[in-house]
């Protein structure tokens, strides 16, 4: 199995902050990656699909990249409705992985 | 408008079995691969299962191998989740979603598993 190492698990920044989050998959997935924000008890919402493809209707502040096995999702200037936890998803082969989510909190 | 709409949770026992439904809309239902993913309360979200458009082919995560089912009826725009010997374990918010890279989502339906 694929093993999707997401980092940090946590981090606070502040409204205006460039914040990166990064995945690692235990071996290479090409770009069968995507990336999820989740507010609390609400439904993931898909921000980034084909490592780097922004979803219709995402703010063009999120940003993704990479290949193979190392991928960032990028916000390049957080807004307050950006904090929320994020995940990213191997879809390469099954059984599909998630990371194991970033918590993003207001510092 | 695309929707997915879960039914079916809710309060079973250990050992006991539940029948989860999803309904598709605003969509060629037939066209997709469907999975289901869950979360359990406070953790991150899980892969369960998989099935391809046609129902040729069917994944299934280790922790519910030979327990849970997977299934679909094309002609009623529906997609199943058969649980049978439910474990505590199995307790999470379960989410029916479109194709490989989960670009739709429905919103969730909780099974408790508890005695």
């Known amino acids: 199995d694929i093993q999707m190492t997401q980092s940090p698990s946590a981090m606070s920044a502040s409204v205006g902050d460039r914040v990166t989050i990064t995945c690692r998959a235990s071996?290479?997935?090409?770009?069968?990656l995507a990336w999820f924000q989740q507010k609390p008890g609400k439904v993931p919402k898909r921000l980034i699909y084909a490592a780097s493809s922004l979803q219709s209707g995402v703010p063009s502040r999120f940003s993704g990249s990479g290949s193979g096995t190392e991928f960032t999702l990028t916000i390049s200037s957080l807004q307050p409705e950006d904090f929320a936890t994020y995940y990213c998803?191997?879809?390469?082969?099954?059984?599909?992985?998630f990371g194991q989510g970033t918590k993003l909190e207001i510092k | 408008e695309v929707q997915l709409v879960e039914s079916g949770g809710g309060l079973v026992k250990p050992g006991g079995s539940l029948r989860l439904s999803c309904a598709a809309s605003?969509?060629?239902?037939?066209?997709?691969?469907m999975k289901w993913v869950r979360q359990a309360p406070g953790k991150g979200l899980e892969w369960v299962s998989c099935?391809?458009?046609?129902?040729?082919?069917?994944y299934y995560a280790d922790s519910v191998k030979g327990r849970f089912t997977i299934s679909r009826d094309n002609a009623k725009n529906s997609l199943y989740l058969q649980m049978n010997s439910l474990r505590a374990e199995d307790t999470a918010v379960y989410y029916c979603?479109?194709?490989?890279?989960?670009?739709?989502w429905g919103q969730g339906t909780t099974v408790t598993v508890s005695s």
């Open positions: 979603v479109r194709r490989e890279g989960m670009d739709v």
């Open positions: 998803l191997q879809h390469n082969s099954y059984p599909h992985t």
């Open positions: 605003g969509f060629t239902f037939s066209s997709y691969d």
């Open positions: 099935i391809s458009s046609s129902s040729s082919y069917i």
């Open positions: 071996q290479g997935i090409s770009n069968f």
